[in-house]
Each structure stands twice: as structure tokens, then as C-alpha cells.
């Protein structure tokens, strides 16, 4: 167990629709990310928060945001989900910025 | 930005062989590069990692060099087993303390 917490494991839903995936970091970690693994493939980084504010953002489509909250947890939120948005979404945490940071199980979404 | 290319993309060898990873980066600044291990249907967990002012290191099995004139990382894993079996992310992040940047992974196969 990384420490590191997402639900839910799994998310079934229609293209169109929202969800929200939400992240607990590791205990006294200030910074999350955020990132996506389609089906084969490697690990697409989508955007990444410090203490709050927003650090750095990857190839994050506009219908996804994201944000962290006062106690460091952190939810991505997809919009007008398409097929093409089926993945695993993975959620990282590390102390500070630049770190290997430790990676949660997941959260895989199959959009249908 | 970062650019981190990996090679091969699949790699297999006999259980006892070693087997060997080969990463380059863009970035001149990046002085710290962690390796991942990703078990299929499982999250990635951090194996070994090097900082720009090492130029090797070794965790049993396990070994990275660096040369940072040539900007390329390897990683080199002796012995092989079957559990070793799994895609492997290098990585790299500059001294600005910014987000990891992943190669596109290697599928080993140890095969028994």
C-alpha cells in the first residue's frame, strides 16, 4: 500500500456524462499529479497541484479540471466524456515538487 | 519542456539473463531520474532512482547509470526472474523541481 488513496476503483458511464475522481495523498505530502494510461500505453501526464496551487499542466484536455483542497486532497473532474476517455486514471503524491512521488491503484474509468 | 525517449519497447530475455533499459533525456538541467516498475493491472512502484552527482548505483539485482554528457540513463537488471516480468518507466525532472516527465516504458518478458 502506496498511501496514497483513489476512488472509486472502478467507474462505468456514458459518453456525455461527468464524473469525479477524487485523491488522497500520502500523509505530509504537499504536492499531487495527476495522470492518465490508456490501454497499452505509457504515462500521460495531465496537471499538478502544490499545496494548493496549481504547479504545472501536461496535455489536460479543457473538458478536465482539477483541484486541491485546503486538506491537500485533491478531485479530477472529466466533463462531455467520450469514448476515447476510457483509461486508468492515476493519482500521485510527494513530498515536494520533482520527487518520485508514490502512486495510489488508480481509478479506471470505461466510458461506454 | 523535458523529452524522455525510451528503447526498447519490448524487451525478452531467458529467466537468468540480464536484461538492459536505455533512456535519454533533453533537458540538460534534469539531475534526478527515477525508474518505475508497473506490474500488469497494478500501479507503478518506484524500484531505484539516481541523482546527477552519481554516476551509478545498485540495489541488489538491480542498477542505473547515468551520463549526463550524453544525457542517456540505463537500467540494468542481472539474474533475471520471472517476477521481474512487468513494463518499466524511466523518468527525469529538472533541478527547477518540476513535474517527472516518463519515457514510453518497456514490456519485459523473463521468459522461465
Known amino acids: 500500500d502506496s498511501g496514497v488513496t483513489q476512488t472509486p476503483k472502478h467507474l462505468i458511464t456514458a459518453t456525455g456524462q461527468r464524473v469525479t475522481l477524487r485523491c488522497s495523498p500520502r500523509?505530509?505530502?504537499?504536492?499531487v499529479y495527476w495522470y492518465q494510461q490508456s490501454l497499452d500505453q505509457g504515462l500521460q501526464f495531465l496537471i499538478q497541484y502544490y499545496n494548493g496551487e496549481e504547479r504545472a499542466k501536461g496535455n489536460i484536455l479543457e473538458r478536465f479540471s482539477a483541484q486541491q483542497f485546503p486538506d491537500l486532497h485533491s478531485e479530477l473532474n472529466l466533463s462531455s466524456l467520450e469514448l476515447g476517455d476510457s483509461a486508468l486514471y492515476f493519482c500521485?503524491?510527494?513530498?515536494?515538487?520533482?520527487?518520485?512521488?508514490?502512486f495510489g491503484s488508480g481509478t479506471r474509468l470505461t466510458v461506454v | 519542456g523535458e523529452n524522455v525517449e525510451q528503447h526498447p519497447s519490448t524487451l525478452s530475455v531467458q529467466e537468468g539473463d540480464s536484461a538492459v533499459i536505455k533512456c535519454t533525456y533533453s533537458?540538460?538541467?534534469?539531475?534526478?531520474f527515477p525508474w518505475y516498475k508497473q506490474e500488469l493491472g497494478k500501479r507503478p512502484q518506484l524500484i531505484i532512482d539516481?541523482?546527477?552527482?552519481?554516476g551509478e548505483k545498485k540495489d541488489q539485482r538491480i542498477a542505473v547509470t547515468l551520463n549526463k554528457t550524453a544525457k542517456h540513463f540505463s537500467l540494468h537488471i542481472t539474474e533475471t526472474q520471472p517476477e521481474d516480468s512487468a513494463v518499466y518507466f524511466c523518468?527525469?525532472?529538472?533541478?527547477?523541481?518540476?513535474?517527472?516527465?516518463f519515457g514510453g516504458g518497456t514490456r519485459l518478458m523473463v521468459k522461465p
Open positions: 500523509s505530509g505530502d504537499l504536492s
Open positions: 523518468a527525469a525532472t529538472p533541478n527547477a523541481g518540476n513535474m517527472l516527465t
Open positions: 500521485a503524491s510527494s513530498v515536494t515538487p520533482g520527487e518520485a512521488p508514490a
Open positions: 533537458d540538460s538541467a534534469s539531475n534526478y
Open positions: 539516481i541523482r546527477s552527482n552519481v
